[in-house]
T-cell receptor, first 112, second 109 residues
Framework: EAGVVQSPRYKIIEKKQPVAFWCNPI?????LYWYRQNLGQGPELLIR????????DSQLPKDRFSAERLKGVDSTLKIQPAELGDSAVYLC??????????FGPGTRLLVL | GEDVEQSLFLSVREGDSSVINCTYT??????LYWYKQEPGAGLQLLTY?????DMKQDQRLTVLLNKKDKHLSLRIADTQTGDSAIYFC?????????FGKGTSLLVTP
């Protein structure tokens, strides 16, 4: 069974530029999560989707971050414009129940 | 949210047992997890324990849960160099995982 797929794996951009990350969850998993992991820290939730509905986006910085999951499968997370402090690993996870989450390899973002 | 606490670093010799400790915060957590993260990789689910259990064993891994003290531990028997990684404890709180900062395990030959 294929795991959670994320792309790109690495991204280097200059500050004030836009960037987008893509996630394809495990087939059949209705719940999708985006986490951000800063260096030396554990992941922190940005947004959670149940099918195509964002049910928890309280930690998403809405002035520059946006996300979508239009058909309830793939998801895109966007930052516009990026700031130096956005450098981190962006992890996508999915689950078929609310308890066990499976993570993708992450996108490593470096903002210069 | 409140902090899940873990010691930051552990070094063991190959073949010894490793014990990684964690203190969590939410007494209503239904599940508690251990994830492993190797350099440049995502998080790999190692094992989890339901809150009404006090122990779970899975091959070389043993999880102990003390609900009274909100303490979780992961024991790795016969630790190998391939076990070197960062280990994250996480509590399921509401609808998301609340992670600790991770324990870096170094296994030396």
């Amino acid at each position: 069974e294929a795991g959670v797929v994320q792309s790109p794996r690495y991204k280097i951009i200059e500050k004030k530029q836009p960037v987008a990350f893509w996630c394809n969850p495990i087939s059949g998993h209705n719940t999708l999560y985006w986490y951000r992991q800063n260096l030396g820290q554990g992941p922190e939730l940005l947004i959670r989707y149940e099918n195509e509905e964002a049910v928890d986006d309280s930690q998403l910085p809405k002035d520059r971050f946006s996300a979508e999951r239009l058909k309830g499968v793939d998801s895109t997370l966007k930052i516009q414009p990026a700031e130096l402090g956005d450098s981190a690993v962006y992890l996508c996870a999915s689950s078929d129940t609310t308890e066990t989450q499976y993570f993708g390899p992450g996108t490593r973002l470096l903002v210069l | 949210g409140e902090d899940v606490e873990q010691s930051l670093f552990l070094s063991v010799r190959e073949g010894d047992s490793s014990v990684i400790n964690c203190t969590y915060t939410d007494s209503s957590s239904t599940y508690l997890y251990w994830y492993k993260q190797e350099p440049g990789a995502g998080l790999q689910l190692l094992t989890y324990i339901f809150s009404n259990m006090d122990m779970k064993q899975d091959q070389r891994l043993t999880v102990l849960l003390n609900k009274k003290d909100k303490h979780l531990s992961l024991r790795i028997a016969d630790t190998q160099t391939g076990d070197s990684a960062i280990y994250f404890c996480a509590e399921f709180s509401g609808y998301a995982l609340n992670f600790g900062k991770g324990t870096s395990l170094l296994v030396t030959p």
